[in-house]
Structures are given as C-alpha cells and as structure tokens.
T-cell receptor, first 115, second 113 residues
C-alpha cells in the first residue's frame, strides 16, 4: 500500500480564499483523522471519522472549517474563508483498530500558508 | 480528562550522550501508548508502541520505552544518541473508548555533532 496520501503538499493562498485539503487513507482502514500542527499548540486533533461518519469534530476551531468523507477512500478538509492564523501543517492519518493495530499512520502533510 | 504531557520541549545533547524523554498520561481506560518521531520536514512515523505484556518496549533505531503504570509514565530512552536522531518526538495515547489518539506537545531533540 502507498500509505496515506495527502494533496497538495504545499499551499499558499491569500486571506479570504477557500482552501481544500485532500486525503486518501490506507485501503481497509476505517478510521480517518485530521490533525493540525503548529509551533504553539503542537499536534491538535481536529476531527475524525469512522466508516465515513464524523465521530467527533470538537477540535475544529471555527465554523470556517469543515470536513467531509464521501467514501472510504477520500476525505477533504475545507477552510472558507482562510485567515493567516490558519497557517500550519495539516496531517491526515488513518487506522484500523479492529484488527488490533491502534496506531495511526500519517500522510506527508499539507503545509498551508495564508498570506 | 485524558491528556498526554511531555516535560521537555527542547533538548540539546552531544553525540553519544544518553537520552531520556519524559511522558506522562492521564486516562482511566485500557492503555495503548506510542512514541512517534518526526524528522525535519517529514511526517510522523511510529517509533515504538506498548499494548500489553512486557513494560519495556524496544523500537526501531535503538530506542526503547518503559511503561510504569504506577507513575502513569512512558519514558523514551536511548543509550547513545546520534546526530541523525535530531527530530521531534511525540508521545501519544490511544483512547480505546473513542478509538482516537491524542498527542503530547512534542519534544524537539537537537544532537550536536
């Protein structure tokens, strides 16, 4: 398996623009997580899905953030409108705890810069 | 509330020095603990994990960690560090009631050649 795949790797956008981050989890993994990494806050869990259904979105910072998982192999994290304070590295991860593998496997991340 | 605490935010060592990074957790459920490593510019990779059994866990690249239940700790150790160990290290806890993983804030390790 190619692992968790995220796109784009880097995104630079202007304040106020819509940003969409994409993730393809490892095939067969039924959990998908979106994390945000910043110097100040470390690694924060934003939202996670089980079998495409959002389970907990309490980590989503504001209504400007939304996430979807239309099928088992694809998820998006959208920020609309974007602000400079959203600049961070966004990681997607997946896991398959039902098989006893509770660890999360991470994608390469998307480095977002909002100017 | 469940949490993971890493005591050191930034550690600087010389090559061949011994390493111990502290991690404490707070959780009332079944404990699955992890250490992840993030090399500069890269994604997080699993270093080692503890599920049950032997509390001393050995991972890749000579790292090990010891689960001490009475202290709610899972410290990471390496007897002799190398320059290539320069990275950020994250302790993480799997919450079995929610099937999610939470992370400590990370420790940046800088090894001087």
């Amino acid at each position: 398996d190619a692992g968790v795949i995220q796109s784009p790797r880097h995104e630079v956008t202007e304040m106020g623009q819509e940003v969409t981050l994409r993730c393809k989890p490892i095939s067969g993994h039924d959990y998908l997580f979106w994390y945000r990494q910043t110097m100040m806050r470390g690694l924060e869990l934003l939202i996670y899905f089980n079998n495409n259904v959002p389970i907990d979105d309490s980590g989503m910072p504001e209504d400007r953030f939304s996430a979807k998982m239309p099928n088992a192999s694809f998820s998006t994290l959208k920020i609309q409108p974007s602000e400079p304070r959203d600049s961070a590295v966004y990681f997607c991860a997946s896991s398959d705890p039902g098989q006893g593998n509770t660890e999360a496997f991470f994608g390469q991340g998307t480095r977002l810069t909002v100017v | 509330a469940q949490s993971v605490s890493q005591h050191n935010h930034h550690v600087i060592l010389s090559e061949a020095a011994s390493l111990e990074l502290g991690c404490n957790y707070s959780y009332g459920g079944t404990v699955n603990l992890f250490w992840y490593v993030q090399y500069p510019g890269q994604h997080l990779q699993l270093l080692l994990k503890y599920f049950s059994g032997d509390p001393l866990v050995k991972g890749i690249k000579g790292f090990e960690a010891e689960f001490i239940k009475s202290k709610f700790s899972f410290n990471l150790r390496k007897p002799s560090v190398q320059w290539s160990d320069t990275a950020e290290y994250f302790c993480a806890l799997y919450l079995n009631r929610d099937d999610k993983i939470i992370f400590g804030k990370g420790t940046r390790l800088h090894i001087l050649p």
